[in-house]
């Protein structure tokens, strides 16, 4: 017995923004910052894995429909299932009519699979448009994490280049010499 079959559809759906929201929640949470740039680059961060996991659950689900076709609950309240006609006649053309209500039931089946295998395809558009919404968010999210990333780059490396000057200069203030020529006197 399959974990989702007792789901419907807007369960599915119910459980795609769960799973974004949880994801992105993991991303959220983590050590503390006080700079701006990394506070928003969390934030950006929390979103992006969101928007990922939300994007990567919707096209499971479509998996899930192409895998489970002629599943009854993509019907639910599109297309009524169709009903053979059960034949009936005396002794003599039973034989006939077994054979006829055979026929009209593998019809009828065949034609139940046929409407089943359609609303499966109408409900597979949801999930794929909101996959493909959740792609066109993540080209913007991905965009301002690198320009974030930039940003917090050049103020580590701004931060690197004045940590060095302050060590040279207590350095000089010992009268020791420079990093670079102490380097060059050892060797």
Same mark, same amino acid.
């Given at each position: 017995?399959?974990?989702?079959? @007792?789901?419907?559809? *807007?369960? =599915?759906?119910? !459980? ?6 949880? /994801?992105?929640?993991?991303? %959220? ?68 009519? @077994?054979?006829?209500? *055979?026929? =009209?039931?593998? !019809? ?6 046929? /409407?089943?295998?359609?609303? %499966? ?67």
């Amino acid at each position: 017995m399959e974990m989702l079959s @007792d789901f419907s559809v *807007d369960t =599915l759906k119910t !459980l795609v923004w769960l799973a974004a929201i949880i /994801i992105g929640g993991f991303f %959220a949470v983590g050590r503390p910052v006080s700079s701006l740039p990394k506070i928003t680059a969390r934030a950006v961060n929390a979103l992006l894995a969101g928007t990922m996991s939300f994007a990567a659950a919707n096209l499971a689900v479509v998996f899930y429909i192409l895998a489970h076709l002629t599943d009854p609950r993509w019907s639910v309240g599109k297309d009524p299932t169709l009903e053979s006609p059960q034949l009936s006649a005396g002794p003599i053309f039973q034989p006939i009519t @077994d054979t006829l209500n *055979d026929i =009209l039931g593998s !019809l009828t089946g065949s034609l139940n699979d046929a /409407i089943a295998l359609k609303n %499966a395809f109408l409900t597979m558009p949801d999930f794929i448009i909101a996959a493909g919404w959740a792609f066109l968010l993540l080209v913007g999210l991905v965009i301002a994490s690198r320009i974030l990333s930039w940003f917090i780059e050049k103020d580590q490396m701004a931060q690197i280049e004045r940590n060095t000057r302050d060590l040279a200069d207590i350095r000089a203030q010992f009268g020791l010499a420079a990093f670079k020529d102490s380097a060059k006197s050892r060797s």
